[in-house]
């Protein structure tokens, strides 16, 4: 019994001890990396809806937009992927934990047709929050970003677009 090796276990307890220790410092850091991975997805997300919009209206919505007024705000969505100008995935509503509503405004002898899409994380709050800011993009094409905790949960509509903060990135 002299010659027994192995580790005893005070040196287990400092091994797992630290292993605890950088899985600490890693899982913020990820779950980080996860956030802003999803939010550079739907704001790439938030472009393809833009120029699908455009290429709809032009192609088969005679000046208007994709979406039906009244009957609901994913309408949009489904007929844009329709046609094929946007992935099944989008066109669903739910891509990259990140949920994408739309609408449009029909054109009026006195006003040009418009459209404006949102999307908000899946889930906005705790460990499994999926995004920290909310984006929206109307007719114009300025992406709109908003990290305010009580409005992520909120979709954002066209007014409120109008009056949004342009993305800085």
């Known amino acids: 019994m002299k010659n027994q090796k192995g580790f005893s276990l005070i040196e287990l307890l400092i091994v797992v001890v630290i292993i605890g220790i950088i899985a600490a410092i890693a899982i913020p850091n990820l779950l980080a990396a996860r956030r802003s991975a999803n939010e550079g997805s739907s704001i790439s997300a938030l472009r393809t809806l833009h120029g699908a919009q455009m290429t709809y209206a032009s192609t088969y919505g005679n000046g208007n937009y994709a979406g ?5 705000t994913n309408v949009a969505l489904s007929e844009l992927g329709t046609p094929g100008l946007v992935d099944s995935v989008l066109a669903g509503g739910t891509k990259a934990g990140y949920n994408f509503v739309g609408g449009r405004v029909v054109a009026s002898p006195t006003a040009p047709a418009q459209f404006f899409f949102s999307a908000n994380p899946t889930t906005t709050s705790g460990v499994t929050q999926t995004g920290a800011r909310r ?13 305010t905790p009580g409005n992520l949960a909120t979709a954002y509509t ?3 677009i109008a009056a949004g903060t342009p993305l800085s990135n």
């Not at 007719?139 to 970003?145: E, N, P, R």
């Open 158 to 160: 066209q007014a409120t």
């Open 135 to 147: 984006f929206g993009v109307a007719t114009d094409g300025v992406l709109m970003a908003d990290a």
């Open 68 to 72: 039906d007024v009244g009957a609901g």
